[in-house]
C-alpha cells in the first residue's frame, strides 16, 4: 500500500494520448492505459470505428488487431483498405498456428511477451468467450506491461450480450455502443461526450431522421477521421 497527501495526490503528472480535434472531443483524456468496451449488433459499423480510432492510436504507439471473428478474412481485409491504415498495425488471426493452451492463454502470453504492441483490439470477446475472472487477469497484465486494450463486443437487448462485457463496461475509461454507423458514448470516466459519425454515406441511408434538414447535426464536428 502506498498513501500520499491531498497537495501531493494533485501534483501528480499525467499523459494523455493526443488525438485530431474530433476524437479528443469524442474520447478525453486517454491515457496510454485503459480499457474499453465497444459494442453493438452485426453489420453496425463496430469494426469501422475500431479502425478508425486505431488511426489515432497508432501515432502513440503499435497497434495489434486480434481477430478471434474474423481471422484474416474478406470483410476485414476491405474494412481495412477503406480506413488506409499503415503498417504500425499488425493484424492476428489466433486460430492459425496455435500452441497447445486455450485463447486465453495465448492472449496472456502475447500481452506478457516482449516486443507485442502497446495497444491492442480485441475482436470479439464473445469469440474469445472471455469471461469476467479472466477480464480481471488480462488487466492486470495490461497495467503492468502499461498497455491499452478496446474490447469488442456483441450487443444483446440494447447491452453487450456477455456478463463480461457489461463489467468491462462498467469497469473501462468509456464504452461506446455502434448503431447504423453512430457511435454513442454510453459512459466515459475521462472527459470525452457526444456522438461520432463513423461512415457518413451510410449513417445517412441508415438513420435519415437523425440529420435535420440542412443534412448537418451539431455532432458533425465528430464525424470524420
Not at 437487448?157 to 450480450?161: G, I
Given at each position: 500500500m502506498k498513501a500520499i497527501n491531498v497537495k501531493k495526490f494533485l501534483k501528480m503528472k499525467h499523459k494523455y494520448l493526443a488525438f485530431n480535434r474530433n476524437w479528443d472531443a469524442h474520447i478525453g483524456k486517454?491515457?496510454?492505459?485503459?480499457?474499453?468496451?465497444?459494442?453493438?449488433k452485426?453489420?453496425?459499423?463496430?469494426?469501422?470505428?475500431?479502425?478508425?480510432?486505431?488511426?489515432?492510436l497508432e501515432v502513440h504507439g503499435s497497434v495489434a488487431w486480434i481477430s478471434y471473428e474474423q481471422g484474416h478474412g474478406y470483410d476485414?481485409?476491405?474494412?481495412i483498405a477503406r480506413n488506409g491504415?499503415?503498417?504500425?498495425?499488425?493484424?492476428?488471426?489466433p486460430m492459425q498456428d496455435r500452441g497447445a493452451g486455450t485463447l486465453i492463454d495465448d492472449l496472456i502470453a502475447y500481452i506478457s511477451g516482449e516486443g507485442?504492441?502497446?495497444?491492442i483490439v480485441i475482436d470479439s470477446i464473445d469469440y474469445l468467450e472471455l469471461n469476467k475472472p479472466q477480464y480481471l487477469v488480462l488487466k492486470d497484465k495490461c497495467v503492468k506491461a502499461k498497455k491499452g486494450v478496446?474490447?469488442?463486443s456483441h450487443e444483446k437487448?440494447?447491452?453487450?450480450?456477455s456478463y463480461a462485457g457489461r463489467w468491462i463496461a462498467h469497469d473501462g475509461q468509456f464504452s461506446v455502443r455502434v448503431k447504423k454507423y453512430i457511435a454513442y458514448m454510453v459512459k466515459n470516466r475521462i472527459g470525452g461526450i457526444g456522438e461520432h459519425v463513423i461512415w457518413e454515406e451510410q449513417a445517412r441511408k441508415l438513420n435519415p431522421d437523425y440529420f435535420d434538414?440542412?443534412?448537418?447535426?451539431?455532432?458533425?464536428?465528430?464525424?470524420?477521421?
Open positions: 486517454l491515457g496510454n492505459c485503459f480499457a474499453a468496451l465497444v459494442y453493438g452485426s453489420g453496425q459499423g463496430k469494426t469501422e470505428y475500431c479502425l478508425r480510432l486505431a488511426r489515432q476485414l481485409q476491405q474494412a491504415l499503415d503498417s504500425k498495425i499488425i493484424f492476428v488471426d507485442s504492441a502497446d495497444f478496446i474490447f469488442i437487448q440494447n447491452e453487450p450480450a434538414l440542412k443534412g448537418v447535426r451539431n455532432c458533425d464536428y465528430l464525424s470524420g477521421l
